[in-house]
């Protein structure tokens, strides 16, 4: 399914949300992360015990995979809309919730015929990882943040979210 408008493929419950974060964070549409995935950040959190954070829907084309990454903080995910495959084979559905701990190494995919939906809650930094265990790409809250600002620039948006400027 290919993306002409950032309501595509979301099912009536759905989208209402998507628009009114969208506008919320003074955006014209998800902030492409690679093939099949896009990002919508919501909120960025301050920093507790070390670790930052940020808030997000998270946007997946049926097929698309999150490769093996690790958690250095805990991460909460709600599925509004959509499947996921977790590495363990467990099938994730609308309205399931998933909590990592921090550590947490996992990968997963959307599958099925719809577009994933997933609401996060992402504390402290990211790192991919190769099967081997080394660290391919570090994410940190800070980076997130960057990349939200260089899409508003980008697309001469001004940032409205919280501790955007920071």
């Not at 964070?25 to 015990?49: H, Y």
């Not at 049926?62 to 467990?90: A, F, I, S, Y």
């Amino acid at each position: 399914m290919t993306m002409t408008t950032p309501l595509d493929g979301l099912q009536p419950h759905v989208r209402p949300h998507v628009a009114s974060a969208l506008q919320r964070a003074g955006l014209d549409s998800w902030i492409p992360e690679g093939p099949g995935k896009w990002s919508l950040p919501l909120q960025f959190l301050p920093d507790e015990n070390g670790q930052g954070g940020w808030v997000e829907l998270m946007r997946l084309e049926p097929g698309t995979k999150l490769t093996l990454h690790r958690h250095h903080g805990e991460v909460h995910g709600l599925n509004l809309q959509g499947q996921r495959r977790l590495d363990d084979g467990r099938i994730i559905g609308a309205g399931d919730y998933v909590f990592e701990p921090s550590g947490n190494v996992d990968s997963w995919e959307a599958v099925g015929e719809e577009v994933l939906i997933l609401h996060v809650v992402v504390r402290g930094d990211v790192d991919y990882v190769a099967a081997d265990g080394s660290v391919q790409r570090h994410i940190t809250t800070a980076d997130v943040k960057a990349g939200y600002r260089d899409f508003c620039a980008s697309r001469g948006l001004r940032p409205r979210l919280a501790e955007a400027g920071a």
